[in-house]
């Protein structure tokens, strides 16, 4: 019974992420500014795992209601100067759920970049940190 219990848990936990993805432009295309493949685990620290620690943007999706709002994408959670709509594509704030962006995803909304320069210089985040620690 506690197997089952716990089977359920994860499969629950596990569901909810890609929903999370389905409520933001490119969702399953957040530009990665690590590396060449994308930033799956788009509200966390580390491109492919979802860590306790979540990024600003994750707490900014979270206080939204997640839901991809007016305010939520005129918003730069990450502070490099450009809007979280801009970032994943939808520079106008139209894009709805389901509708394809205006563009592809030139960002990550939730890590300053470039990172280590520009407005980016002061925060602490490294490619290939896997929680909060790694920014400061």
């Known amino acids: 019974m506690i ?26 295309a957040v530009f990665n500014p690590c590396g060449t493949s994308y930033w799956e685990a788009v509200g966390h620290y580390n491109p492919d795992h979802h860590t306790i620690e979540k990024n600003p943007f994750a707490l900014a999706f979270a206080a939204a209601g997640h839901v991809w709002t007016a305010d939520l994408c005129n918003a730069d959670s990450d502070g490099d100067g450009r809007s979280n709509g801009a970032e994943l594509g939808d ?41 909060q620690a790694c920014v400061g």
């Open 91 to 131: 520079p106008n704030c139209v894009w709805t759920a389901g509708a394809t962006p205006e563009r592809s995803s030139t960002g990550q909304p939730g890590i300053c970049e470039p990172i280590g320069s520009g407005p980016c210089a002061s925060v602490a985040f490294t490619c290939g940190c896997q929680g």
């Open 3 to 28: 197997k089952l219990v716990l089977y359920l848990f994860g499969l629950i936990v596990v569901s909810a992420r890609p929903s999370y993805r389905d409520a933001i432009p490119n969702g399953y």
